[in-house]
């Protein structure tokens, strides 16, 4: 099963960007469809963005449309979110996930592996 590890996380003011990175062994990445999920103290995981296999295709939450861009790099076997125009309700542990299947994916039970998570927190 392919295991994964963000990075990029950290403090930063709004209106601020991060680019966290997801990077990928112990499978074929470039098989794997990967997804990008957050979770905030007291609130439940929630679905980010999502890209194919390919990186042709994308799905975003709707908070996040226009802001935050999600792209993979199979050659490096790496996944990135840029965050753009954060605003301090984005402060969550923000994590990766990757499943094997045809489709992009929203829900979290449909991925088969998670990193541990990397740090978000936006200031006012």
């Known amino acids: 099963q392919v295991q994964l590890v963000e990075s990029g996380g950290g403090l930063v003011q709004a209106g601020g960007s991060l680019r966290l990175s997801c990077s990928a062994s112990g499978g074929t990445f470039s098989s794997y469809n990967m997804g990008w999920f957050r979770q905030a103290p007291g609130k439940e995981r929630e679905f980010v963005a999502a890209i194919s296999w390919s990186g042709s295709t994308t799905s975003y939450a709707d908070f996040v449309k226009g802001r935050f861009t999600i792209s993979r790099d199979n050659a490096k076997s790496t996944g990135y979110l840029q965050m753009n125009s954060l605003k301090p309700e984005d402060t969550a542990v923000y994590y990766c996930?990757?499943?094997?299947?045809?489709?992009?994916?929203?829900?979290?039970?449909?991925?088969?592996?998670w990193g541990q998570g990397t740090q978000v927190t936006v200031s006012s």
């Open positions: 996930a990757a499943r094997l299947g045809v489709r992009v994916a929203i829900n979290a039970y449909d991925y088969n592996a």
